[in-house]
């Protein structure tokens, strides 16, 4: 017996959902928590082994993929673009390092920061021993990465929960909000 073909997105209503159909798939192997976006019909999300990887949204093909050494931040990435839209860029954290790649291709933007990465860490009014990993995956601001960056351990010693706005296409710090006012 033949099946009515499923809706159309914007035909689907309480009579008609049940007619949904799984259009594609994409394994990854191990528990994965992360919110991926979708943009101009490429959808970005985290991949097996904590891969970054590019789906064509219609088939679920994949159209790269970017290999990632540590914890990508679970609550997604950002995606920004110059006026001319010549320059597309993925910004997340990875491992503790605030990481721009090329959203057409995958590859890593080497003139950002240093080699594609920047360390929270370069900023911070004191010393912090470990990199600052957080699942806050930050928000771009016309040509602005701002994120406030994680309060790490107790006492007078935690690394301070400043905000940090960098530049998207450098990776320099361009202002720093601090939680606890300095004199």
């Given at each position: ?70 914890a ?39 003139s ?41 351990g ?19 710090i ?10």
């Open positions: 017996a033949r099946t009515a073909a499923a809706p159309k997105r914007r035909e689907i209503n309480r009579s008609n959902v049940a007619q949904l159909r799984v259009a594609w798939t994409y394994p990854v192997t191990g528990t994965t928590t992360f919110n991926p976006i979708v943009i101009d019909e490429v959808l970005y999300t985290r991949g097996s082994g904590n891969s970054l990887v590019a789906l064509n949204a219609a088939t679920g093909e994949e159209i790269w993929r970017h290999a990632n050494q540590g990508i931040g679970a609550r997604g990435l950002n995606y920004w673009e110059s006026a001319d839209r010549s320059d597309r860029r993925l910004i997340y954290l990875n491992a503790g390092l605030l990481t721009a790649v090329d959203a057409r291709t995958g590859g890593t933007i080497a950002f920061g240093d080699n594609g990465r920047v360390d929270l860490r370069v900023a911070l009014w004191r010393d912090a021993p470990n990199p600052l990993q957080t699942s806050n995956p930050g928000r771009v601001f016309d040509d602005l990465f701002i994120i406030s960056l994680p309060a790490q107790a006492g007078y010693q935690s690394t301070p929960a400043d905000v940090h706005a960098y530049d998207v296409r450098t990776g320099a361009r202002w720093i909000f601090h939680s606890i006012p300095h004199p």
